[in-house]
T-cell receptor, first 115, second 114 residues
Framework: GAVVSQHPSWVICKSGTSVKIECRSL??????MFWYRQFPKQSLMLMAT?????????EQGVEKDKFLINHASLTLSTLTVTSAHPEDSSFYIC???????????FGPGTRLTVT | DQQVKQNSPSLSVQEGRISILNCDYT??????FLWYKKYPAEGPTFLIS?????DKNEDGRFTVFLNKSAKHLSLHIVPSQPGDSAVYFC?????????????FGTGTRLQVFP
């Protein structure tokens, strides 16, 4: 079946540093990739939508200069959290879509802790 | 503004009984609804979906019901099994309007006990 991986699964960084999270579709090419953020006991909040070779579309309230998204290929998207602050600590989940809306497969998530 | 709501944060059900998870939405433009299951430290996995042209969709032990007039959908699991213990999210989408976007509810933690 369709598998999406994320790397790293867990990362701790210091305030002011940047951290990059990778999202890969392992056995399929994704037309679109999405990045979500989940706070404890809360919903998955869509941060941005990215298509290969084009700029990401950010949701309202998401700082595009802080959360840099690069969709380099049909199987790889990266999210870079720049100048991280403790309030950026969260669980970040990516997903990749192959076709119909229910054909959206989620990665295992990356837990970011900013100290 | 939470467009998709799951008002019960948790549900506890005995094995073999029916689990009913509820979801309400406010946007009448939503026309496709999905249920996802999520284990801790994992991404959500797709369970079942329903289009707004239907009021019921069934897949094995899982049935989703849609009441458009009430803007309400529910997921029924019968019989419930301990392996069903997870967090369940409903999600909604509006075809033709930001078609790629899924709006998620806040989730319901289901615990199935022996």
């Amino acid at each position: 079946g369709a598998v999406v991986s994320q790397h790293p699964s867990w990362v701790i960084c210091k305030s002011g540093t940047s951290v990059k999270i990778e999202c890969r579709s392992l056995d399929f090419q994704a037309t679109t990739m999405f990045w979500y953020r989940q706070f404890p006991k809360q919903s998955l909040m869509l941060m941005a939508t990215s298509n290969e070779g084009s700029k990401a579309t950010y949701e309202q309230g998401v700082e595009k200069d802080k959360f840099l998204i690069n969709h380099a290929s049909l199987t790889l998207s990266t999210l870079t959290v720049t100048s991280a602050h403790p309030e950026d600590s969260s669980f970040y989940i990516c997903s990749a879509r192959t076709g119909a809306i229910y054909e959206q497969y989620f990665g295992p998530g990356t837990r970011l802790t900013v100290t | 503004d939470q467009q998709v709501k799951q008002n019960s944060p948790s549900l506890s059900v005995q094995e073999g009984r029916i689990s009913i998870l509820n979801c309400d939405y406010t946007n009448s433009m939503f026309d496709y609804f999905l249920w996802y299951k999520k284990y801790p430290a994992e991404g959500p996995t797709f369970l079942i979906s329903i289009s707004s042209i239907k009021d019921k969709n069934e897949d094995g032990r899982f049935t989703v019901f849609l009441n458009k007039s009430a803007k309400h959908l529910s997921l029924h699991i019968v019989p419930s099994q301990p392996g069903d213990s997870a967090v369940y999210f409903c999600a909604a989408s509006a075809f033709g309007v930001n078609t790629d976007k899924l709006i998620f509810g806040t989730g319901t933690r289901l615990q199935v006990f022996p």
